[in-house]
């Protein structure tokens, strides 16, 4: 069994038949979507994204990256690529589009509940109304994009760890990322860290396997590579890491479309035992999934 934890629903770059297509080719039986959060970006160039991991991974350059990042989204609500423009950042992502996917296919699609608590005065009412949707079955966040601190998430993450529903979170650079202080808070929320715990990494491992049991990360984009995800595991243990790839972001087929074999080959690849290797590729997940 594989389910993909982190992917995002955005036909404008992969329409929902030739998702279907690829999963089926790639033997992925299931997904958990994300509405989309921005129009669609150019990519950056992987030598660019190699340079910004290398700059975050140490703490003593990661206010290097930091600042590049601030460059970028200077103006609120937008992300800026030189050379490129300026392109929009949705500051409520439609939960209506994955929740008509996940009614129309219950059988391969999941969903996740984009929240904003920076912009939603009704946050918690928001999350009623997309919980009560059969398949929809956590909380996405975004504080990097959505530039806020995670001080404020304190209503949200207390009404999930109530629920028992996952928390799915992309986590921003210092008060927009204090994942310490929100597993020490909510010490049963079951959070997952996106890509590996970016912009954290090494730091974040260190600390969930000190402290926070209930922290978690996906190994899922092109924020990360495969020796990244290999040190992930390493560091947390393969209990506390769950396959997801970030589609349709990143990693290309020679037809541009989005290539689904490439993180599957990393988990595959990791040097763990068959029975670990289940555990990353769904059975985590559907542990976090159960009430
Ligand atoms: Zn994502």
Request: charge should be negative; include cysteine.
């Amino acid at each position: 069994m594989k389910i993909d934890c982190h992917a995002h629903f955005e036909p404008r770059m992969l329409d929902l038949d030739r998702v279907i297509a690829k999963m089926d080719a790639a033997g992925v039986d299931r997904i958990a979507l994300i509405p989309s959060l921005n129009d669609p970006l150019p990519e950056a160039s992987p030598a660019l994204l190699a340079t910004v991991r290398r700059l975050m991974r140490r703490k003593s350059t990661r206010s290097i990256a930091e600042a590049i990042h601030r460059v970028t989204i200077a103006r609120k609500g937008q992300v800026w690529i030189p050379g490129e423009g300026r392109f929009p950042i949705y500051p409520q992502p439609d939960n209506e589009s994955v929740a008509n996917v996940v009614g129309a296919h219950p059988d391969r699609f999941l969903g996740w509940i984009f929240l904003n608590p920076a912009h939603d005065d009704a946050v918690l009412d928001t999350l009623e109304r997309w919980r009560s949707v059969p398949g929809m079955i956590g909380v996405k966040l975004h504080p990097h994009w959505h530039d806020y601190k995670t001080a404020i998430l304190g209503p949200v993450l207390g009404r999930c760890e109530e629920l028992g529903v996952p928390v799915l979170i992309h986590l921003g650079f210092r008060s927009g990322g204090d994942f310490v202080a929100m597993s020490e808070s909510f010490p049963k929320l079951k959070l997952i860290a996106a890509h590996a715990g970016f912009p954290f990494y090494d730091d974040l491992w260190r600390v969930a396997s000190a402290k926070t049991p209930n922290l978690h990360v996906d190994l899922s984009s092109p924020y990360i590579n495969e020796a990244l995800a290999r040190d992930a595991v390493a560091a947390m243990g393969a209990r506390r890491c769950l396959f997801g790839t970030d589609a349709p972001y990143g990693f290309h087929e020679e037809d541009e479309s989005y290539d689904y074999e490439e993180i599957k080959r990393w988990v595959e690849r990791l040097p763990v035992t068959e029975d670990e290797r289940e555990r990353i590729f769904s059975a985590n997940f559907e542990a976090l999934l159960a009430p």
